[in-house]
């Protein structure tokens, strides 16, 4: 078995749509980024590329190239299983964010990526944390995730 840990952050910001698992989450902020700025997939993608020790999302998928300008990043992680085809055992998330509150939205969340990731969605967990007022994600200027994944041995 291998397993790869993922971690990802960006500033939240007026404009933008917030996406969570490939899930748009009712918010007055989102997510700025080159893509569509899913920082919960994002994590997830480092997550898979680490635990193969092929690189990071950044090395595959550059933000200087303009083909994944504003991409959604359901489509990247599409095309990091094909890279990596990865046998996901299990996965277990976290999202940090102040508000608004994603318990609503875990089973949306959990369900779109057990389709994109074709395991039961079982194997998938999702967990929301605040940052109790402190730091970045505390004030409300950014947003962060971590996952983990066990993979079957390639």
Known sequence: MRIGQG???????????????GVEIPSELGEEA??????????????????LAMGDIGSHFPPSDMQYK?????????RTLDITKAEIINLDCTVVLER????????SIRS????????????ISVKAKTNEGVD?????EAISAQATVLLAND
């Open 100 to 107: 608004p509150k994603l318990s609503p939205y875990i089973d």
């Open 136 to 140: 970045s994600e505390g004030r409300m």
């Open 34 to 51: 080159h893509s569509d700025g899913d920082v919960l997939i994002h994590a997830i993608i480092d997550s898979l590329f680490g635990a």
């Open 112 to 123: 779109s990526l057990a389709g994109a990731l074709g395991i039961d969605v079982s194997r």
């Open 70 to 78: 504003d991409i959604p990043s359901l489509e990247l992680l599409a």
């Open 7 to 21: 971690y990802d952050l960006h500033r939240l910001t007026r404009g933008r749509k917030l996406y969570l698992g």
